[in-house]
């Protein structure tokens, strides 16, 4: 993802929390001229945009000294190359998982969860592309990436990798690669969000249909909370209980699809925060209580806050299983405000966040970080890979018995342009 997104990327030392400005560049307006018209210049302008460098990516591992006798190549092999790749991977999902922020209304996006099929993949794609048509988006530099199950469907649609139609000689068909497509560079990632099975919920159904922008209350008979994640089966969408009576639900938003009498309503159940109150900033380890064996997974939303103005949602960028009732995660970015002492959380719906965007929607900023003084007996440099600066610090420990090798990145991720990213359902 870093190759496909805006990159701000200097070799500058920075510390974690420093503040980066990069840059919108804002348009022009047509005028129009005769023989006798004096020119009026227009200011060239640009938005800025600055972007904390509030995400430390780190790996650390430790070298035994029986291993000493490898090769270095070997070395890099067994243990730097993979702990490269981890960061790597921890940088993709925090720039994927910022699908969040551009969920907006219902219009901003398109396809509904768990429906994408290789019947409708097409019709998916094309909505897309009128939305960043409509909104202006540039016709150069748009991206589509997809989820594992979503390439899967497009794979299975015919007009994709026939040869006669595509007419790239039959390389799509053969590396099972779908190349550009309908105005987009086409990539498959692991790290996009999606939720197959697994996450604990309870399954309700309506009293009565309702039709498409239905905006009242859904008659429902309810045993959750105002702040869990819903979804309406035919509406397909990552909803939220905004209010709720015994009888009664009214969402988040209005429908984007009409929904039928006794449709099923998946209601995802809540979790908790730990008994430890995390300030607004913190960016570290988070252990949430859950119904058992109900574990929360890499790419599901989760949510604080049960009301428009106090909610704010997270992607699950690393998720690790502590107990049946507990997992601790990592967040796509640092919390906006002060997550208290056992406060819900909402874990969000089964389903997958596909990117349909141009370059401009999303900024990522890289900044490598100072180098220690060699006199303390630490080697260090900084490693230039793919335009992004990786500091590699090794150094023996006595107590630990190995040389104890870091590899870390500081980066900061921002939201540019709202209209140049399509979240695209399925």
């Not at 291993?67 to 092999?77: M, P, R, V």
């Not at 992607?315 to 406060?343: C, F, M, N, Q």
């Not at 900024?363 to 100072?370: D, F």
Request: hydrophobic residues 45%; charged residues 20%; contains cysteine.
């Amino acid at each position: 993802m870093a190759n496909l997104v805006h990159r701000d990327f200097e070799n500058e030392i920075a510390r974690f929390g420093d503040v980066v400005n990069t840059r919108k560049p804002g348009e022009f307006k047509i005028r129009r001229k005769t023989n006798s018209t004096t020119l009026t210049q227009q200011d060239a302008s640009a938005t800025n945009v600055p972007v904390p460098l509030d995400q430390w990516f780190y790996s650390s591992f430790v070298i035994r000294d029986g291993e000493g006798s490898k090769s270095f190549q070997e070395l890099t092999d067994i243990y730097l190359r993979p702990a490269m790749l981890t960061i790597a991977r921890g940088v993709d999902r925090a720039l994927l998982g910022r699908v969040h922020a551009y969920l907006g209304a219902p219009a901003a996006r398109v396809g509904r969860l768990g429906a994408l099929t290789y019947s409708n993949a097409k019709d998916y794609v094309l909505d897309a592309r009128e939305r960043l048509n409509v909104n202006k988006a540039p016709l150069e530099g748009r991206r589509l990436v997809m989820a594992p199950a979503a390439e899967t469907a497009m794979l299975k649609t015919d007009m994709f990798v026939k040869a006669n139609e595509r007419g790239d000689g039959g390389t799509a068909l053969e590396n099972a690669t779908l190349g550009r497509i309908l105005g987009f560079d086409t990539f498959m990632c692991q790290n996009v969000n999606s939720v197959l099975t697994g996450t604990e919920n309870e399954a309700l159904a309506l009293t009565e249909p309702h039709a498409a922008e239905f905006a009242g209350a859904l008659e429902i008979v309810v045993t959750g909370f105002a702040g869990e994640f819903v979804n309406v089966a035919g509406n397909d969408q990552p909803t939220w209980m905004l209010d709720k009576t015994s009888g009664a639900v009214v969402l988040n938003e209005p429908l984007k699809y009409a929904v039928l009498d006794n449709a099923v309503v998946t209601r995802y159940k809540k979790c908790a925060n730990e008994a430890t109150e995390r300030a607004a900033g913190y960016s570290e380890v988070m252990t949430l209580t859950h119904g058992a064996n109900k574990n929360l997974q890499v790419g599901q939303l989760l949510a604080f806050g049960a009301t428009l103005v106090a909610r704010h949602t997270y992607t699950i960028i690393e998720a690790e299983v502590v107990d049946t009732t507990h997992t601790k995660v990592y967040l796509d970015r640092p919390l906006a405000i002060t997550v208290g002492s056992a406060a819900e959380a909402y874990p969000g719906p089964v389903g997958s966040m596909n990117l349909a965007f141009h370059r401009d929607a999303l900024a990522l900023v890289t900044r490598p970080l100072a180098l220690p003084d060699t006199r303390m007996g630490v080697m260090s440099a900084v490693v230039p890979h793919n335009g992004i600066g990786m500091r590699v610090l090794m150094q023996y420990d006595i107590n630990v018995g190995g040389t104890v090798v870091n590899c870390d990145i500081l980066a900061g991720v921002a939201v540019l342009d709202s209209g140049l990213l399509i979240p695209v359902l399925g």
